[in-house]
């Protein structure tokens, strides 16, 4: 599936490997779902460039050099006109868990299949979250604690009957990011709305969150 209008999905890859940047390249240039924008070896480069041209979808090393996945994608989060970023990293250990709490769309193993990195940008771009190995509904327990700080305040927001507007003025942040951030908190969560999301949070009897991401 290519992107909206039947149109390939604006691509950018960063990985601090020159070998395995070269590779991915040359692979996504081969599918007719993606365009190729740019690579970078370094966040910086990445986000740099993101800042400037659109892309859709960027693929990131999960250790890229030198902020690193984690403050890079923590970063891109604020601009609406971000790309939804897919961590390519080690499926061992905690990474996976690590880059859906971030805030990556998706997250393909670097000893997988290429067919199955090229698949998740491609759902990624439709709009879902791919984590293959993460079963939200069994981490710590409760899906409540896959949430940032910054969701879990949305979170606490909901629960009075804030609007999107209202959320919007009380972060200091766009509506459109708005609608990111409580999309996330959907996909978390197992839910299908605010309502849901609601219930979900009394439920859950958390403490409220006062602080928010910087």
């Not at 290519?2 to 599918?31: C, H, Q, W, Y």
Request: aromatic share 6%.
């Amino acid at each position: 599936m290519v992107g909206k209008n039947n149109t390939p999905v604006d691509i950018m890859l960063a990985d601090s490997n020159t070998l395995v940047l070269s590779a991915m390249s040359e692979i996504f240039e081969r599918d007719t779902r993606f365009s190729l924008v740019a690579t970078s070896a370094t966040a910086e480069g990445f986000l740099g460039t993101v800042m400037r041209v659109p892309v859709q979808v960027g693929v990131v090393d999960w250790n890229l050099p030198v902020l690193g996945a984690a403050k890079l994608i923590e970063v891109l989060r604020e601009h609406d006109s971000a790309p939804r970023l897919v961590v390519y990293g080690e499926a061992t250990g905690d990474t996976p868990r690590l880059a859906m709490q971030a805030g990556a769309a998706g997250f393909a193993p670097r000893s997988g299949p290429v067919e199955g990195l090229l698949d998740t940008c491609a759902e990624v771009a439709a709009g879902k979250m791919v984590f293959p190995f993460i079963d939200v509904r069994r981490m710590q327990q409760d899906p409540i604690h896959s949430l940032s700080r910054k969701e879990r305040a949305i979170l606490e927001f909901l629960s009075k009957g804030m609007s999107n507007r209202d959320l919007s003025k009380a972060l200091q942040i766009s509506t459109n990011t708005v609608k990111f951030h409580l999309s996330n908190i959907y996909e978390k969560l197992s839910v299908k709305n605010r309502a849901q999301a609601i219930a979900y949070y009394y439920s859950s009897q958390i403490p409220g969150t006062k602080g928010t991401d910087r």
